[in-house]
């Protein structure tokens, strides 16, 4: 502390500007005297209040060091010490580079410090102070979790006084930022230290204890699990949130309240059919996103709305007609309107520092709204501009406004009507692909999985994507290490694969390689494997199209469905393996690869006696395929595994339970018999 | 007396029952029949009272039931009037039929609400729910003419006025329970489906509109809630929004453009309060520490408050005595004032209050009924229960204050231009005849055209009353000074005796009673007829014709309470005779602002529901 003290060389540079009184007040504090001393902080004091340049001047002349030095001897008077506070208080609340000096200056260890003397005005001037650096955006928020011993005194300081409250759950709301944040505040007891201010009678202190549940609980199962049964004076917690959410309270508080809810539900502490959601949170939300309350207000109220009802139908369904919310968004797009251009100069300032938020706020409510509800998402695409907002918000500057667009674009392609309809009349594949080009991994992920939907067969856009060299990204995608990329570039060739044509399964085969094909299947995850088999069982369909890549392929193949039949692998990866090779079996050529590998027949022999329906369904297939009649060679066929002992067990699956494997075993038969 | 009361349901009339001969069977199940219906009125009254609380239910009745005058033939009403049902053929829109409910909506609501829930959707669900002016064709659905606004169910439109809907909410179907609240501040309506507003349906909304539901099919039925149920939709939470905006608005309207001038006019008014009621010290001290001069002799401040407060100790034949000596040419000029003091103080003799009966009974002044102290604020709970009487001398908020200041012109005469009179009706109306149903009839019969002979009751009277307590007939000067050091009540306030139990005592009354009938007699064909004046006799000579008065229906009179129109009446015309203003300003300004909110609720203002005066008098 004493090393900061004094630096002369910066003192003497400034002189010039500084003025001659603001050097005055610091030579004060330097006093012999101890009353001068006294005398001159807190004519200092009076000096600051609500002069910017005055606190920078009196930074600048050092004077920060000195009222620190005297605030932490022992040996001033509690008078002093605290009217040091007061002043460097003051000093806080300049501008952020007021800020900046102050921590430079160490003064958060030395407040907290501070904290341990027993003189509650002295307490309260530390704390106001600490708060005034805490919740500024230029202090590290680590330095209140670096002495662990901080943390609980200040809960301990909860109980002296509604100042020492409304400063210390300020500070905890500004500084809970982490996970790890949350868990240090709750081991330490933050929520039955708090929950008892949601209703103290300062407006102050419960907005802020308020605030602090909102912070702890954002994402947290444990706190969230913990609130439901807190009681505050024998009532549930939920219901004074519920009471905080009334309409005339102050708009912070409803919205804040609305939070804490809505967190709580999210994990799982709350039923998403609770009155206190249905009723209460869910309108209070939709309340805050309209055009009567402030641009942050309405930003933060459309993403906690996103967020609450994101898992549920109904949820959705019900926001979708409340208060036009669906057509209440649609004026988030309108900022900065043509009207503040002109008028306001400040006000048009203000809209574009908004315009980006409340842009992707509201993608990202459409996104939650349409996810499951067809409806709801036909509501959306018939707002106003909607495609064409989501088509240019495609292509924002700001990563967050793309990332949101291409999330509610996600959504939307759920439709296989806006698929058919809306998705194709604005050629929205267009800025998808070149949003795929380049683009962090969160925003690839959400564009791949849109684009899985424009390749369906069905939807118009598939062709036209095609054309644009689609394939080669798809396949670059599988070799991504985010294993939800890969899934979305082997899916999406997948769709791309089924009923195509001739030229682009070749194509994709082709663009893929054998090698990495054969490396998807044995991809760690399952669902990776899952669309790897889709995509060759897609490929795998008409005769001509099995022949010719089993006649190029046919041995890793087979390798390949041997390698799966015989690991450990759940009954939907083995029931689409054996349904490749049912298809396999449908070929002309492709069929002797079955037929001269005995280890397969057995294979299928072996799982058309499974416990498994499905896979005794798949088996069955196959061999039904196998002894087909009409074909070259059947009888040759139908001798060999009559010989093998299928008919046997063909026989014995004509008694089958179930009725779709007891068809499939006598149409089987009947081949037998013609 | 409460006005909700009169709307209650009447007394079924059980010797025109036709099922009379059937039995007590009958009997039993329209009794629990009319128990339940009370029950339901009583959540009601409750209800309405509590969500609407600036409406007037004599001025503008709320709507409470559909009704079956008003509606097209195709429908049915049944469950006291809440249950609606079609009974039409159904086969084209020309077979649409609506019904409006009893009353329009009154713009003292500020925010009005009612449900409807779909019992069945019958056929084709086309039902229709909304608003509608008087007079709108009935043989329709709601929405689709001039004035009527609706949603329908059937495809979620909404229908302003018009035959094609636009595009509003989601359909509904039996089961569901529809909103519909008006706003009246800004004209609005939204509708709400199980507790769920669906946001704004229609704007610019005319006044009085009424609830409408319309059906087209047949099996479909609507119940309505016009509040005898809980709600589904939270309103009075939509109540506290605009409640909060508007006293915002209130709280931020701006005053006084000039530094100092607002808080220079509060302490003028306060100033001028406390002179207008005598409080002298008090008065003399607020000046001097506000720097203002008081406009009155404090030796003439001293004067009014010692009148004030024997008139409101019940001394009147002091009061009058002492306003003669102080005033000699006051009540000369002002007959009916001297008139109004001594029917007070014939009623103070019954009570056995006024000096000249207490002279007679045995009873120390001391520990007779006193007024507890000085004149009340503005609002008493007590003064609200006392509104029955008549509108002029008992305005209750602010003793001695005019309905025809409304406007602001603070007139020295009594009376305004008949103008002025008819725009601004005074706030309480005067009760309906029947208010206190047998009692009142009985009175009127006792004291109406025959001039009355108080002889004839005498008898009676002195029956009842003991013969003793002529022992402390001593004449005892009563001085001020007594008056004035003590003003405990009497705790024991034991068994109450006409004019204090003494036999002279009464004897002086009865001779009291003639001079005045005398003196009526004398007014009146000095004066020709005073209504007021009769009716005042009639109520004061009728105290005579029961037992035990102050439990009787016309007992009122003898609560202290009414003592204060009387003297504030009396200071208002003393302070007159000085030029100076009958009421104080503050009275003056807190009656002009009562006055513009009822004024506000009779030209369609809604934001007069939430800015009671009373809210701002703690």
Not at chain 1, 462 to 488: M, Y
Not at chain 1, 542 to 565: C, E, F, N, Y
Not at chain 2, 68 to 94: A, C, E, M, W
Not at chain 2, 486 to 496: G, H, I, L, T
Request: glycine share 6%; charged share 20%.
């Amino acid at each position: 502390m004493m090393a900061c003290l004094l630096e002369a060389p910066l003192r003497i540079s400034v002189l010039s500007e500084v003025t001659a009184t603001s050097r005055h007040y610091v030579d004060r504090l330097f006093d012999a005297d101890p009353q001068n001393v006294l005398q001159g902080v807190i004519d200092m004091k009076n000096a600051v209040i609500g002069n910017n340049k005055q606190k920078a001047n009196l930074i600048v002349l050092g004077a920060v060091p000195r009222l620190l030095y005297l605030l932490q001897q022992s040996s001033s008077s509690l008078e002093l010490r605290t009217e040091c506070a007061v002043v460097l208080g003051s000093l806080a609340m300049g501008t952020e580079n007021n800020i900046k000096s102050l921590v430079d200056c160490h003064i958060i260890p030395a407040l907290l410090q501070g904290l341990l003397c027993s003189d509650l005005i002295f307490i309260e001037a530390c704390l106001r102070c600490l708060r005034t650096v805490f919740i500024s955006p230029v202090t590290p928020v680590q330095l209140l979790y670096t002495d662990p011993t901080v943390i609980p005194h200040l809960m301990s300081l909860l109980s002296r006084s509604r100042h020492t409250q409304e400063y210390i759950t300020q500070i905890f709301a500004h500084c809970c930022k982490t996970p790890e944040h949350q868990t240090v505040l709750f081991n330490h007891g933050a929520i039955q230290n708090i929950a008892p201010l949601l209703i103290s009678p300062s407006d102050k202190v419960r907005m802020q204890a308020l605030k602090c549940f909102s912070v702890l609980a954002y994402e947290n199962t444990q706190v969230s699990m913990t609130l439901v049964n807190v009681l505050v004076d024998g009532e549930q917690l939920s219901q004074v949130f519920v009471r905080m959410m009334q309409r005339d309270k102050p708009i912070e508080m409803q919205l804040t309240a609305a939070k804490c809810l809505t967190y709580m539900c999210r994990a799982g502490a709350i039923r998403t059919d609770d009155n206190c959601i249905v009723l209460k949170t869910l309108p209070c939300l939709v309340r805050m996103c309209s055009k009567e309350r402030l641009l942050e207000e309405r930003v933060e109220g459309a993403e906690t709305l996103a967020y609450l009802m994101e898992p549920d139908v109904e949820l959705q369904r019900i926001a979708s007609v409340t208060d036009h919310l669906v057509s209440m968004l649609a004026d988030y797009f309108k900022y900065p309107s043509s009207v503040s251009a002109i008028t306001d100069i400040k006000r048009l300032d203000h809209d574009l520092k908004h315009a980006h938020e409340l842009r992707q706020a509201a993608f990202k409510l459409y996104a939650s709204l349409g996810s499951n509800d067809e409806d709801i998402r036909k509501k959306i695409t018939e707002t106003e501009n909607m495609m064409d907002r989501i088509v240019s918000g495609l292509s924002e500057s700001s990563i967050k406004v793309r990332l949101a667009a291409v999330r509610c674009l996600h959504s939307l392609s759920r439709s296989v009507q806006q698929l058919r309809t809306s998705f194709h009349d604005h050629a929205v594949w267009k800025p998808l692909m070149k949003l795929l080009q380049n683009a962090p991994d969160e925003v690839l992920v959400m564009a791949s999985s849109t684009l899985c939907n424009l390749l369906l067969e069905f939807s118009p856009s598939k062709e036209p994507i095609l054309d644009s060299g689609v394939i080669e990204l798809l396949c670059s995608l599988t070799q991504s290490d985010s294993p939800a990329l890969r899934v979305n570039g082997i899916w999406a060739l997948m769709n791309m694969a089924f009923q195509a044509d001739q030229k682009v399964k070749v194509e994709i085969v082709r663009a893929l390689g054998t090698e990495q094909l054969f490396r998807l299947l044995s991809d760690p995850d399952t669902n990776v494997l899952m669309k790897t088999l889709g995509l060759l069982r897609n490929l795998l369909s008409t005769r001509p199209h099995i022949d010719q890549i089993m006649s190029s392929h046919g041995k890793q193949i087979m390798q390949a469905v041997t390698l799966i039949l015989e690991g450990e692998h759940s009954i939907e990866v083995k029931e689409q393996t054996l349904c490749i090779l049912a298809n396999i079996a449908d070929g002309n050529t492709a069929k002797e690869l079955i037929m001269t590998n005995d280890d397969m027949l057995q294979k299928i022999k072996y799982y058309m006696g499974h416990s498994n329906v499905k896979l005794q369904l798949a088996a069955t297939f196959c061999i039904s395929n196998l002894i087909w009649n009409e074909e070259d060679g059947s009888q040759e066929r139908q001798d060999k595994l009559k010989d093998m002992g299928f008919v046997d067990i063909l026989h014995k699956l004509t008694q089958a339970s179930d009725p779709n494997l007891c068809d499939r075993a006598k149409t089987a038969m009947q081949q037998y018999l013609a | 007396m409460d006005s909700v009361e009169l709307c209650g349901p009447a007394v079924p009339d059980f010797s025109t029952h036709p099922g009379l001969a059937a039995g007590v069977a009958v009997l039993q199940l329209a009794a629990s029949r009319y128990l339940a219906l009370s029950e339901q009125e009583k959540e009601l009254n409750q209800r309405l009272r509590s969500l609407y609380p600036a409406v007037s239910d004599q001025e503008t009745p709320l709507p409470r039931s559909w009704s079956p005058k008003d509606k097209f033939s195709y429908i049915g009403l049944s469950q006291n009037n809440l249950r609606v049902h079609y009974k039409g053929h159904g086969k084209t829109p020309k077979d649409a039929a609506s019904v409006r409910a009893t009353h329009s909506i009154p713009a003292a609501c500020g925010v009005y609400y009612f449900e409807v829930k779909i019992i069945s959707k019958g056929r084709d669900g086309y039902m229709g729910i909304g608003l509608s002016a008087q007079g709108v064709n009935m043989n329709r659905l709601p929405g689709w003419d001039k004035h009527s606004y609706g949603y329908h169910g059937d495809d979620g439109h909404s229908f302003c006025s018009s035959g094609t809907g636009q595009p509003y909410g989601p359909t509904f179907t039996t089961g569901d329970v529809i909103g519909c609240c008006v706003n009246l501040i800004n004209n609005t309506c939204f509708y709400t489906k199980n507790g769920h507003s669906l946001g704004i349906a229609f704007t610019d909304l005319p006044p009085n509109l009424y609830p409408t539901v319309g059906l087209q099919t047949p099996g479909e039925v609507v119940d309505a809630n016009f509040g005898q149920h809980p709600f589904v939709f939270d309103i009075e939470d939509y109540m506290r929004e605009w409640r909060t905006k508007i006293q915002a608005q209130i709280d931020c309207f701006p005053i006084g453009e000039r530094e100092g001038e607002w808080q220079a006019m509060i302490q003028k008014m306060v100033a001028s309060y406390l002179v207008h009621h005598s409080y002298c010290a008090t008065a003399e001290a607020f000046a001097k520490s506000t720097d203002q001069a008081v406009h009155e002799e404090l030796a003439s401040i001293k004067n009014r408050q010692k009148i004030q407060k024997l008139v409101l100790s019940g001394r009147m034949g002091e009061a009058i005595e002492t306003t003669q000596q102080l005033y000699p040419s006051l009540l000369e000029r002002n007959s009916d004032l001297l008139f109004m003091l001594k029917v007070r103080q014939f009623i103070e003799m019954v009570n056995g209050t006024d000096s000249e009966v207490r002279c007679l009974g045995g009873r120390s002044p001391k520990s007779q009924d006193s007024y507890p102290g000085s004149p009340r604020l503005f609002n008493s709970p007590v003064h609200k229960a006392s509104n029955v009487i008549t509108d002029h001398l008992c305005f209750p908020l602010f003793p001695g204050f005019d309905s025809n200041y409304c406007n602001g012109v603070s007139s020295s005469k009594g009376h305004t231009s008949a103008h002025s009179h008819k725009s601004c009706p005074p706030t309480i109306p005067s009760p309906e005849p029947g208010v206190l149903n047998g009692s009142r009839g009985q009175q009127t019969n006792v004291s109406a055209e025959v001039e009355m002979e108080v002889d004839h009751f005498s008898n009676g009277v002195s029956e009842s009353s003991s013969n003793g307590f002529l022992n402390g007939s001593s004449t005892h000067g009563i001085d001020l000074e007594e008056c004035d050091a003590d003003m405990e009540v009497d705790s024991a306030q034991s068994k109450r005796q006409l004019c204090g139990g003494s036999q002279a005592a009464i004897e002086r009354m009865i001779q009291f009673g003639r001079e005045l009938q005398s003196m009526s007699e004398h007014l009146r064909r000095e004066r020709g007829k005073n209504s007021a004046n009769k009716k005042m006799l009639k109520d004061a000579f009728s105290l005579l014709a029961y037992s035990d008065p102050w439990n009787s229906p016309v007992g009122y009179q003898l609560d202290s309470i009414q003592r204060e129109p009387v003297c504030s009446t009396l200071n208002s015309a003393i302070l007159e005779t000085h030029n100076l203003p009958k009421q104080p300003p503050l009275a003056l300004a807190v009656g002009q602002a009562a006055q513009c909110l009822s004024l506000m609720a009779r030209t369609g203002s809604g934001s007069c529901a939430f800015a009671s005066v009373d809210d701002y008098l703690h």
